[in-house]
């Protein structure tokens, strides 16, 4: 724990002495510590213009820098680089704005996951191991309207399935179209399930997320096969860091809610990963990366993430749908996690519990009151649906408009390895594992993968 916080702190010669104790080889690098606070991000100064040949990849709304292209990484399943999605651009002015989702959507998507809604009690969220939730995209399919990859379209029936049909599942799909230069794919896979699940930690006592590949535990448990999504996601809904400027140009907030980080590592790689990939959570903002890579969140000091944004801070007292509070204290680094499949997970399942990994939406009843929520002004009818669209801004937001992104910095090398000494006995115990610090690595996370008993 010494060893965790003096990191945390930057101190990362002090973090050393520690650790060196332990039965471990490898540490995540100062390098990644140093970009996840908000500070270190190797960035060649923006650019004021891009044309098809130059890769570079440009961002609106909170994304003020563009950002030149990172060395590309070893061959992926989906083949571009890690990136987010975080605002619009007028076709007409030029002028950013805006978030991923449109306001109001934004705004229900907070409130049914709010530090205190039903759902954290009702699912048992502190008391449960992982659990996440399935949707078959063509499932129940009422509309012939064809997407990008050719599956069809379903009308959602609450304001999880519109979020996702309708604003996540396009973008994961545009990523899969582009490579690492931006130019399109001849033969994009096709896009078939969602798997969802959410995450809160109070900002001020973040201890972060520990590193891990997301795979298809049934699967796994079942066959001891190692699957992954296809395209990994993460939308941040509340919890960012203050943005600040150095230079007269944008920069990524000081220190953030927890940082997520992305490595250039998959479970066949026999080396650590050289490169990682830093995502600053920015509210309303949805990244992705593919879903074959390890990855987790960094954790930040208590007194340094508490300097939330004003978005985070007016969505906890009501203005942007977490409401309810005014008490800064309470704000949560919320996080919604979507894993897109090219296969359906459920086949070979059998009967799906609720609240287990990939498991069914609960019915609309009082012990789950939380999907009663989620399902107001919703409904089959075509007709109210548009009334519906309408009113959460999704064909507003969208005419006209182009939503940007921008690759993610990156820093390396990624790893350190000390190689502590061959007389060190100590290990950590599992329950504060986060494997920050490893021993064996690159082959302790794929071996972590049929183990039992994980923290998340």
């Given at each position: 724990?010494?060893?965790?916080?003096?990191?945390?702190?930057?101190?990362?010669?002090?973090?050393?002495?520690?650790?060196?104790?332990?039965?471990?080889?490898?540490?995540?690098h100062p390098n990644v510590w140093t970009m996840a606070g908000?500070?270190?991000?190797?960035?060649?100064?923006?650019?004021?213009?891009?044309?098809?040949?130059?890769?570079?990849?440009?961002?609106?709304?909170?994304?003020?820098?563009?950002?030149?292209?990172?060395?590309?990484?070893?061959?992926?399943?989906?083949?571009?680089?890690?990136?987010?999605?975080?605002?619009?651009?007028?076709?007409?002015?030029?002028?950013?704005?805006?978030?991923?989702?449109?306001?109001?959507?934004?705004?229900?998507?907070?409130?049914?996951?709010?530090?205190?809604?039903?759902?954290?009690?009702?699912?048992?969220?502190?008391?449960?191991?992982?659990?996440?939730?399935?949707?078959?995209?063509?499932?129940?399919?009422?509309?012939?309207?064809?997407?990008?990859?050719?599956?069809?379209?379903?009308i959602p029936t609450n304001v999880i399935e519109d979020v996702?049909?309708?604003?996540?599942?396009?973008?994961?799909?545009?990523?899969?179209?582009?490579?690492?230069?931006?130019?399109?794919?001849?033969?994009?896979?096709?896009?078939?399930?969602?798997?969802?699940?959410?995450?809160?930690?109070?900002?001020?006592?973040?201890?972060?997320?520990?590193?891990?590949?997301?795979?298809?535990?049934?699967?796994?448990?079942?066959?001891?096969?190692?699957?992954?999504?296809?395209?990994?996601?993460?939308?941040?809904?509340?919890?960012?860091?203050?943005?600040?400027?150095?230079?007269?140009?944008?920069?990524?907030?000081?220190?953030?809610?927890?940082?997520?980080?992305?490595?250039?590592?998959?479970?066949?790689?026999?080396?650590?990963?050289?490169?990682?990939?830093?995502?600053?959570?920015?509210?309303?903002?949805?990244?992705?990366?593919?879903?074959?890579?390890?990855?987790?969140?960094?954790?930040?000091?208590?007194?340094?993430?508490?300097?939330?944004?004003?978005?985070?801070?007016?969505?906890?007292?009501?203005?942007?749908?977490?409401?309810?509070?005014?008490?800064?204290?309470?704000?949560?680094?919320?996080?919604?996690?979507?894993?897109?499949?090219?296969?359906?997970?459920?086949?070979?399942?059998?009967?799906?519990?609720?609240?287990?990994?990939?498991?069914?939406?609960?019915?609309?009843?009082?012990?789950?009151?939380?999907?009663?929520?989620?399902?107001?002004?919703?409904?089959?009818?075509?007709?109210?649906?548009?009334?519906n669209d309408d009113k959460n801004g999704t064909k507003a937001?969208?005419?006209?408009?182009?939503?940007?992104?921008?690759?993610?910095?990156?820093?390396?090398?990624?790893?350190?390895?000390?190689?502590?000494?061959?007389?060190?006995?100590?290990?950590?115990?599992?329950?504060?594992?986060?494997?920050?610090?490893?021993?064996?690595?690159?082959?302790?996370?794929?071996?972590?993968?049929?183990?039992?008993?994980?923290?998340?």
């Open positions: 724990m010494s060893a965790f916080l003096l990191s945390v702190l930057s101190r990362h010669d002090d973090a050393l002495t520690h650790l060196r104790r332990f039965q471990l080889s490898h540490r995540v908000g500070a270190g991000a190797a960035q060649p100064p923006p650019s004021s213009s891009h044309d098809d040949n130059d890769p570079i990849v440009c961002g609106g709304g909170d994304c003020a820098q563009r950002s030149r292209l990172s060395p590309p990484p070893p061959t992926f399943s989906a083949d571009f680089l890690p990136r987010i999605y975080c605002g619009w651009r007028s076709d007409d002015d030029g002028v950013d704005g805006g978030g991923v989702l449109p306001p109001e959507l934004h705004r229900r998507l907070c409130a049914l996951f709010k530090p205190g809604a039903p759902y954290w009690k009702e699912s048992d969220y502190d008391n449960r191991g992982y659990y996440s939730y399935f949707l078959g995209l063509n499932d129940d399919v009422v509309d012939d309207a064809p997407t990008s990859v050719g599956s069809k379209k379903r996702i049909f309708k604003h996540l599942l396009p973008l994961a799909e545009r990523s899969l179209r582009e490579n690492k230069v931006g130019i399109p794919s001849s033969s994009p896979p096709r896009i078939v399930g969602a798997e969802w699940w959410v995450h809160t930690r109070p900002v001020g006592a973040n201890l972060g997320h520990q590193v891990h590949f997301d795979t298809d535990e049934s699967l796994l448990n079942r066959e001891r096969k190692v699957t992954h999504p296809i395209v990994s996601s993460v939308l941040y809904l509340t919890g960012a860091g203050r943005d600040r400027e150095v230079g007269g140009n944008a920069a990524p907030p000081a220190v953030s809610a927890g940082s997520t980080v992305v490595f250039d590592q998959t479970p066949e790689s026999t080396d650590v990963a050289s490169r990682a990939w830093v995502s600053h959570p920015r509210d309303n903002a949805f990244m992705v990366f593919p879903g074959n890579l390890l990855h987790g969140v960094l954790p930040c000091t208590a007194a340094e993430s508490l300097e939330v944004s004003d978005t985070a801070a007016a969505a906890d007292r009501g203005k942007v749908g977490c409401g309810g509070n005014d008490k800064e204290e309470d704000v949560h680094r919320l996080t919604f996690m979507v894993g897109f499949w090219t296969r359906d997970v459920r086949e070979g399942m059998g009967e799906r519990e609720l609240y287990t990994p990939c498991g069914p939406m609960p019915p609309p009843v009082s012990e789950h009151s939380w999907l009663m929520q989620a399902r107001q002004g919703y409904c089959e009818n075509k007709t109210k649906q548009k009334s937001e969208q005419e006209g408009r182009t939503l940007m992104f921008d690759v993610l910095p990156s820093t390396s090398p990624a790893w350190d390895d000390f190689s502590s000494n061959g007389n060190s006995t100590l290990t950590i115990p599992k329950g504060l594992d986060h494997r920050f610090f490893v021993l064996n690595a690159p082959h302790c996370f794929s071996e972590s993968l049929y183990e039992k008993g994980d923290l998340f």
